[in-house]
């Protein structure tokens, strides 16, 4: 699969501008960490901007409508690894790339939120600030903080790394993020 299908599949269930730029957001990363552990970042970015493809279209459903479509195209590890990107579902982290997405997903999502009340976004921002803020149960309320703990832990990454990580990730592509 190219990354025009995927784009394509996943515009043809989200509509959501936020959901649209979640998906952007993560699949960024998941394309850098990738790129730093030398595996296949198409795999890896596809990957990330199709883990909520389904949310907005069959909530009830998600991850099952994105997944059983990604089966039927042959991309088992990708559709694996949607499966796996939330721990409460049960579903083994065995690879790098589940693992991985695990560890994205919510962080990012999450980094995001802490850039849109920051007078200077993402601009000088540091782990220090965000791990401040995941303390603050009121902030992002639907975000899990459980499931960043579980992915930074399964992923075998420092948190504060793991945040300055994606704070640059995210740098990079400031101008598309309007932050």
């Known amino acids: 699969m190219d990354r025009t299908t995927a784009f394509n599949l996943l515009k043809e269930w989200t509509k959501s501008p936020s959901l649209l730029r979640h998906a952007l957001t993560v699949s960024w990363v998941m394309e850098a960490y990738a790129n730093k552990l030398e595996e296949?970042?198409?795999?890896?970015a596809q990957t990330g901007l199709?883990?909520?493809?389904?949310y907005e279209a069959f909530p009830e459903l998600h991850p099952n409508k994105i997944v059983d479509k990604l089966r039927g195209?042959?991309?088992?590890?990708?559709?694996?690894?949607?499966s796996a990107h939330y721990t409460k579902w049960g579903v083994p982290h065995k690879s790098k790339l589940d693992k991985a997405l695990l560890a994205c997903d919510?962080?990012?999502?999450?980094?995001?939120?802490?850039?849109?009340?920051?007078?200077?976004?993402?601009?000088?921002?540091?782990?220090k600030s965000v791990r401040k803020k995941l303390k603050q149960k009121s902030f992002a309320a639907k975000v899990e903080r459980d499931e960043i703990y579980q992915g930074v832990t399964l992923?075998?990454?420092d948190?504060?790394?793991?945040?300055?990580?994606?704070?640059?990730?995210?740098?990079?592509?400031k101008r598309e993020l309007d932050l």
């Open 50 to 54: 199709l883990h909520d493809a389904d």
């Open 73 to 82: 195209l042959g991309q088992e590890d990708m559709a694996y690894a949607i």
């Open 159 to 173: 948190l504060n790394e793991h945040i300055d990580f994606i704070i640059g990730v995210l740098q990079e592509h």
């Open 106 to 127: 919510e962080l990012t999502g999450f980094i995001v939120a802490c850039a849109q009340v920051r007078p200077q976004g993402l601009q000088g921002m540091q782990a």
């Open 40 to 44: 296949d970042q198409e795999l890896w």
């Open 155 to 157: 992923f075998e990454v």
